[in-house]
């Protein structure tokens, strides 16, 4: 399809596990977004691509996670030593360009389960 | 950031038309308003956005207060599809700041038969 792909769609992990999640963007989109999602909240933003360049990342709650888009395209969110804190959807999102005056595309999201 | 407020909850009747609103009494010059929307287990679905100028698309129309610190989406006539979280959130014209735009909990729209 031509939409955003994440991947998995759902993952378990042991508490202290690392784990990788993969968002694949529609093809030629500039920006890309991660968000985190808790049960019966709105999604919290966690970082900004826009190609390679990771232009904000403050959203991050610690140091345990980590994203990269090394090629301007697909984007891995790591989370290192899981906690149970962690258990949430993740969704990543993607536009055609940055600025505020374009959509943005969400994937289906990655749930984590952190037991 | 600049935040938006919602009303937790609202209930329409099918083919009814709804007015779900939204306060961003913080909004800057260069924010967009942008409305989103999300059914069980999916991510959110973009629905309307604008600047100062109401808008009208498919889905919706969006209407933009004169000073900029309220907005309403209006969906025409409600159906059972559209039953979904709704959130209004801003992004920013540029691109360094566009990315970081604060969801809230948005409203949550029952629709009846």
Redo the contacts between chains.
């Keep these: 399809g031509a939409g955003v792909s994440q991947s998995p769609r759902y993952k378990v992990a042991k508490r202290g596990q690392d784990v990788a999640l993969r968002c694949d963007p529609i093809s030629g989109h500039v920006s890309l977004f991660w968000y985190q999602q808790a049960l019966g909240q709105g999604p919290e933003f966690l970082t900004y691509f826009q190609n390679e360049a990771q232009l904000d990342k403050s959203g991050l709650p610690s140091d345990r996670f980590f994203a990269e888009r090394p090629e301007g395209s697909v984007s891995t969110l790591k989370i290192q030593r899981t906690q149970q804190e962690d258990s949430a959807v993740y969704l990543c999102a993607s536009s055609l360009v940055g600025q505020g005056d374009t959509e943005a595309f969400f994937g289906q999201g990655t749930r984590l389960t952190v037991v | 950031d600049a935040k938006t407020t919602q009303p937790n909850s609202m209930e329409s009747n099918e083919e009814e038309p709804v007015h779900l609103p939204c306060n961003h009494s913080t909004i800057s010059g ?3 308003i ?1 409305w ?1 929307r999300q059914l069980p ?6 629905v309307i ?1 604008g ?1 100062t100028s109401n808008v009208n698309n498919r889905m919706a129309s969006l209407a933009i207060a004169e000073d900029r610190k309220s907005s309403t989406l209006i969906l025409h006539r409600a159906t059972l599809r559209d039953a979904a ?1 709704y ?1 209004c959130i ?17 409203t949550t729209l029952t629709v009846k038969p």
Excluded: I
């Design positions: 260069t924010d967009y942008h989103y287990s999916q991510g959110p679905e973009y956005h600047l979280v959130y801003l992004r920013a014209w540029d691109n360094t700041n566009a990315g970081k735009s604060t969801f809230g909990d948005g």
